[in-house]
């Protein structure tokens, strides 16, 4: 008899099952380590990747880097390269009789002529004793593992694990990466994106280095009938938040550039990163405990204003609150940006404290981005930063900003009351700046 709920005659087969349809991401997934795009300085001929499958020699890996840049993409990819079983797993949701199923799992598949890439992504979410159960199979060669994390393998991984594993970094995609993803998936889509040109640049700065995000807005937006230009595009989607963690290395990134960028005398560029952090959801009251810290650091008696002024600051967000407090610390960073600078206070606390050494320590002064590590010294940190107070003037002249970013100017200093002389200064900076990059690029 047929079912009572299916209208159909009992001699009428069932009609095939429709694939549910597939998102664009996964359709244009690459299907070969050739069709990853933004990551050529690991997959190329040159590139360490490129090398051990040249050699046929894949060890394990740790790939770091930010969301949507084809961590897992590259790991699947090297399992059919070297014809090695491909097992995912997340560490979220993978616990320790979940590992010791994969793990008795990959021993029998080794029994038989076969190994395993186990890919592990969010790596730094197991602890260390889950960490280390991979070492014994790592050794033996039951399983290559090839993790995954967007948090710095310095502080989140075992040093053991670190020592059998090689770190890779893989970079957010640039735009013309993020304009070879756009162009396939209109290959996919079969016609061009409802863009304007300017609406396409738009769109990949929404994306924000993110691959799978770019395809995701372009789903969104492939099948408007109309051309969209930018102002429609931002009302039809909403910018994808920009990477920050409050308690990650985002964090301590962004003051570390925010306080090198006001010892450097540029209010424009920290202006950008204040913004950055407060856009990102940062605790106000974090950033003016540290500009504070900057007035007395990096400031010091050359102008004993400037810490009077951080205090000011610190208790008029605390008084106006969200966000008009934070106009406050905005004009504290432009005014310590501005500042004359004198480490001579600085130098002397530093003397007075090494005669502490005795009974403790002092964590050494940051650099751009800090370096405490050395596999963050390979990936370039500290690298190039020209300490300003070594500078005879006390102005180095460097570039704050974003690289490739094109320089901007956020403040513009009256000509009334004690902004005239903070005028002067950025005239002057803005000259000597000049003058610096000319004086190197020659």
């Known amino acids: ?36 795009v933004g990551q050529g300085h690991l997959l190329g001929p040159g590139g360490p990747l490129g090398a051990m499958l040249a050699d046929g020699n894949l060890g394990s890996i740790v790939f770091w880097g930010p969301p949507g840049v084809g961590k897992t993409t590259i790991a699947r990819l090297l399992a059919d390269a070297t014809d090695l079983a491909f097992v995912q797993i997340s560490a979220i949701f993978t616990g320790v009789a979940d590992l010791k199923k994969i793990f008795e799992a990959a021993r029998l598949r080794r029994s038989n002529g076969r190994g395993t890439l186990l890919f592990v992504d969010e790596i730094h979410r197991f602890n260390k004793a889950q960490q280390d159960a991979f070492l014994p199979l790592m050794e033996d060669g039951t399983i290559v593992l090839v993790g995954a994390t967007t948090e710095n393998p ?27 993803l756009a162009e396939r998936a209109e290959a996919d889509l079969g016609h061009p994106l409802p863009l304007s040109p300017e609406a396409r640049a ?15 807005l372009i789903e969104q937006i492939a099948g408007e009938r109309e051309t969209l230009d930018a102002a429609a595009l931002a009302k039809r989607l909403t910018r994808r938040a920009a990477l920050f963690d409050k308690s990650g290395d985002g964090h301590y990134n ?10 450097g005398s ?13 856009r990102g959801g940062e605790d106000p ?34 008084r106006l609150g969200s966000p008009e407090g934070e106009l406050a610390l905005a004009e504290a960073v432009i005014y310590l940006a501005l500042a004359p600078k004198s480490n001579a206070a600085y130098r002397a606390f530093g003397a007075a404290m090494a005669a502490a050494e005795k009974t403790g320590s002092l964590d050494p002064p940051k650099h751009i ?4 590590t050395r596999l963050m010294k390979e990936e370039g940190y500290g690298r190039g930063y020209r300490y300003d107070h070594d500078v005879e003037s006390g102005f180095s002249g460097q570039d704050y900003f974003p690289p490739g970013m094109a320089r901007p100017r956020f403040y513009e200093p009256t000509d009334r009351g004690s902004e005239q002389d903070l005028r002067k200064r950025a005239l002057y900076l803005e000259e000597e700046r000049a003058r610096l990059s000319q004086s190197g690029s020659e």
């Open 1 to 36: 008899m047929a079912d009572l709920f299916d209208p159909r005659p009992a001699d009428r087969p069932a009609p095939p099952a429709r694939e549910a349809p597939r998102p664009l991401a996964d359709r244009l997934r690459p299907r070969t380590l050739e069709e990853v």
């Open 154 to 180: 310095s502080f989140e991984l075992n040093a053991a694990l670190l020592s059998r594993a090689r770190v890779l970094t893989l970079h957010r995609l640039d735009d013309a990466a993020l304009e070879r």
């Open 202 to 216: 738009t769109l990949s700065g929404m994306a924000d280095g993110d691959g799978r995000a770019l395809l995701n």
């Open 254 to 263: 962004l003051i570390s550039a925010l306080h090198k960028s006001v010892r």
């Open 266 to 278: 540029d209010p424009d560029a920290a202006l950008y990163w204040l913004a950055r952090m407060l």
């Open 285 to 318: 009251r974090f950033i003016a405990r540290r500009i504070t810290r900057m007035a007395v650091e990096d400031i010091g008696l050359a102008d004993p204003a400037a810490l009077r002024l951080c205090l000011d600051a610190w208790q008029s967000f605390e």
């Open 369 to 372: 981005l800090n370096a405490p």
